[in-house]
């Protein structure tokens, strides 16, 4: 089967900044995939590209088995983005935008855009110059969900929704994997990524660090430990594997290696444990892990910016304007 999204050894510079330095990425037909990174580290970039609104310096990037770049018209009918700062046309009603959406692209379930209208409580009488920042946002998730796509783009699609929204927006995206829909996710909003994500990428400065299920990355990483010991065994914070070791009192806390958590626990057994608890790090413990060192900003894309919003790219050097429509004409940009 054709993988919905693949991307390798993909490089992309703005002047003599390098955004991209050999990035992949390959997400599944039929997955939700989390795509991880802070401001500036290359996610936006990479979502441009797999628009056709920038073209890689190279590597190569295929969307639904096409080139993005030279058969954008054909990959945007198949495909629907969501951008965490939508605009609208101001004249234009929410309803009047859902519909154009659904016409651009493979066409609009009609019963399932009536549907999420309800859900999301969104009023599509009124004119985009109306609407807050969240209601924006509901116009382009109801117009995403209700179309006849192959694939989602949906990046920090929930920002400006309340709770209760985003939990809407949840159940919608499970039911998108149960209709067999692919869903690319790039989300500042880790816990939504762990609920959500069958796999996830997590990006460095232009780069892919990380990629698995969560299960294969905790496998792969540290597990957290805590216990109440009748003594502390000296040397504890010598055993390989064992890091950030802190004792207060008879308690110890501290992580370890996964594949070294066996050896350790028996030395804790020998010592005499009153209770323990051991924790497989969370998507967040996961994501810091590669982020600790860096600064705010300190990605290829040069971005800083806030949590809650697009990443903005570099420069805009060797990018096709969205204008003419080819890609959801104002929402996208």
């Excluded at 990959?75 to 935008?97: F, M, S």
Aim: proline share 4%.
């Amino acid at each position: 089967m054709t993988k919905a999204i693949s991307v390798s050894g993909l490089h992309k510079r703005f002047g003599r900044t390098p955004a991209l330095d050999g990035l992949d990425l390959e997400v599944e037909s039929g997955e939700v995939h989390g795509f991880l990174g802070p401001n500036g580290a290359g996610k936006s970039t990479t979502i441009r590209v797999l628009l056709g609104l920038l073209r890689g310096d190279s590597g190569a990037a295929q969307v639904l088995g096409r080139d993005p770049w030279r058969d954008a018209v054909e990959v945007h009918r198949r495909i629907a983005y969501v951008p965490g700062d939508v605009t609208l046309w101001r004249g234009l009603t929410g309803g009047e935008v859902i519909d154009l959406y659904g016409r651009l692209r493979g066409g609009l379930d009609a019963g399932r855009r009536a549907e999420l209208v309800e859900r999301f409580d969104l009023d599509p009488t009124r004119k985009g110059r109306t609407y807050s920042k969240g209601n924006r946002q509901k116009v382009a998730l109801v117009a995403a969900f209700a179309s006849d796509v192959d694939l989602l783009i949906l990046d920090e699609p929930t920002s400006g929704l309340d709770p209760l929204m985003e939990a809407v927006f949840r159940r919608c995206v499970a039911e998108e994997r149960e209709r067999g829909r692919t869903v690319l996710l790039s989300s500042h909003v880790l816990g939504e990524v762990e609920e959500l994500c069958d796999r996830v990428s997590i990006v460095r400065k232009g780069r892919t660090v990380e990629r698995g299920s969560l299960a294969e990355l905790r496998h792969l990483t540290r597990t957290g430990v805590s216990a109440e010991l009748a003594t502390v065994p000296e040397g504890l914070a010598a055993l390989p594997g064992v890091h950030g070791l802190d004792v207060r009192g008879d308690r110890v806390r501290f992580q370890v290696d996964t594949d070294k958590l066996g050896a350790v626990l028996r030395v804790l057994g020998e010592a005499g444990v009153r209770s323990l608890t051991s924790a497989p790090p969370t998507l967040e413990e996961l994501f810091l892990r590669h982020y600790r060192d860096d600064g705010p900003g300190g990605g290829p894309d040069g971005g800083g910016g806030t949590g809650g919003g697009l990443d903005r790219d570099g420069g805009g050097t060797g990018g096709r304007d969205d204008s003419d429509g080819l890609v959801d004409g104002p929402v996208a940009r």
